[in-house]
């Protein structure tokens, strides 16, 4: 066999060779084939990677280190990882490696081209991506000796004790994982953003266009408002363009790294594209599309007159039909399975059936996920999925609210899919009707509101906001058009740290949660730039956390729906809601008017009072701050006249838990699921009282459950003077002509009677 060279051009790069240059670079080498504009690059090879250890030596000395660590212990992770990176970067570089990257690099500019150097991990038999992220990235790098020493810090990253938690709980063997280098012109882009190149939601031949001014990473990350682009391919025109006020911008420092500049403000509300630019990028976006066979997430830079094309990879929110394998149609098709559809959309796959979370390394880009009942640490797995189906639950659990987020078609609440679903078998999902089919199907799309979402939205009297749960999904959150967000889950924004609240503050890393959770939510106000997001404090039941790092010290309960969660915990956990309230100043500070905090599980207007004295006790001007609660336990229907009179400028329907408090029905148990009723009397009783008493005192009310995204309720709501209704993402089209419709009739119905 061939020997495996150390440094591979781009245009020398075939999809094959993910072993010796990692997902990212066989992607790259894959787009420069098919005749991308891709920024020139060169990969170190893994092989170069493998050499470098047996030639230090380290091959021998590291890893067993690694044997008998505890990864739990994250005093002894964090040990055992500064020693391995340690022992990386003072390891000698092979002369002759140094030599041929040093050529290599002579190639671009002579050794002077601004590169990002960035790290490519890879497993034997799996590409990067369940690695992605946990390796690092070095932007505008120039010159050998800074290069050399980049491509030293990826190596050394492969042994950051992020990257090495995650390896044991997925079960790698640390010693087999390679990583490559992929060194690329870093193209200082003086606009840049993304591409959808078919429409996310409905999958409609619209390629979909968000950019500003400077570098890629101010939209990617959400942190800026972009321009946004609607190109139809089939009358291959620009068909809807919002310029917005791009304030800031991020730009390459002169010598290392980048800064956040205000953008001259002659600039600022300037459209970026020019429908030229904008047919090109949507053509380069189509020859992705094609080639793929799927429609891409496209990321892009401009110079000039240059166009470039960053990164190219599959839309994981469309769930198309289309398969490229021999199909029936359902009159024909046997159906395995039937459970609650829980996220709309129809999907065909290889099932993969994890009974263990420490077994989701198994699962590969576009199998279904077969488990009992997912978890938030099984959100890597879940997002790569083609779809998702539990044994348990119901349309409000875990399963269901992070599969309508990340756009995954799910079935939940089937009792059986674990035994009756097999590894390796072909299925198709249909996630709207509930029905799992043997073998791959074709199931006729329905596109109802297909366009809805970007043609010019109804106006209605009543907002119609979204609920976002992860700050992924705030850019789709905001292309529906909603009014704000009426729900901003936080739980979901610490998971990628895979540890408790508890755990960052008995280990005194608070600014780390800080910062992570000022990110997220960011992320969310940013997308939603002058509309109101209520941002909900945590609310996550013990044994939600049980399976991370801290998790350990969560209490067993013996019903934790009804236990240790909300504000009830926050308010006996100080430690924990000063780091959220922390967090929620300085973005109030950084001027962020439209964030609002909804406190969840009050059951008693003293535990408002309290929330906001301690608020007011930790410097937040609580008179000034909007504060809200959410209505999820009857006790705080029947009292709102007294939360109204404690201060509250708005209250939320919570009603995924209003209805199991007021009927006695567990959420999420799939065996009395037919008897949990949004529209039980009881629930419509207390609804009601309260949204007259909000009225009467002109506070705003709204609903976040999931019966805010049912256009029966919804229709009722409306009648009943709701002020708002958020919904999930994937309903606001449906909600919003479901509140439009029935305004309307109200007001036919006030002018006929007045005729009468
Ligand atoms: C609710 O209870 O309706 C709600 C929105 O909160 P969660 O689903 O997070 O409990
Ligand atoms: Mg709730």
Redesign the pocket.
Known sequence: MKEMPDILWLEEIRKEDISAVGGKGASLGEMSAIGLPVPRAFVVTSHAFRQFLIESGLEKTLFPGFANLDVEDSEELEKAAKKAKDAVMKARVPASLKQKVREAYQHMESGRMVVAVRSSATAEDLPDASFAGQQETFLNIRGEKDLLLAMQKCWASLYGARAIYYRAKQGFDHQSVNIAVVIQQLVQSEKAGVMFTSHPVTGEPLSIIEGSWGLGESVVSGSVSPDKYVYDQRSEKVIDRLIANKRYQIISEKDHGTKTVEVPRDQQDVALLSDDEVRKLATFGKIAETHYGVPQDVEWGIVGENIYILQSRPITTIKSSASASPSRDTGTAKILLQGQGASPGIASGNVVVIRDVKDTGKVREGDILVTQMTNPDMVPAMRKVAAIVTDEGGL?CHAA?VSRELGTPAVVGTKTATQVLKTGQTVTVDGEKGFIYEGTIEIPREKAQAAASVAAPLITATSVKV?V?MPEAAARAAATGADGVG?L?I?HLILGLNKTPGWFIANNREEEFIQELYKGIKTVLDAFYGKSVWV?TL?APTDEFRNMAGGEHEPIEHNPMLGW??IRRDLQSPDQFRLQVETFKRLWEQGYDNLGIMF??VSHPSEFIGAREMMRQWGVDVEKATLGV?I?IPSSAILIEDFIHAGIDFA?????????YTLAID?NNEHVAGMYQPKHPAVLALIDSAIQCCREHGVEVS??????SEPPMVKWLVEHGITSVSANIDAIAKIRETVARTEQQIILENARSRNA
């Not at 609903?703 to 805010?708: D, E, K, V, W």
């Open positions: 409000t609210i609920n749960s729900l889950r739980e909900r609310d969660r909300g969840p599980m959410m999820e939320s329907f919570g009603t995924n838990d209003l209805i199991q959420r609903i976040c459950g999931q019966a805010g």
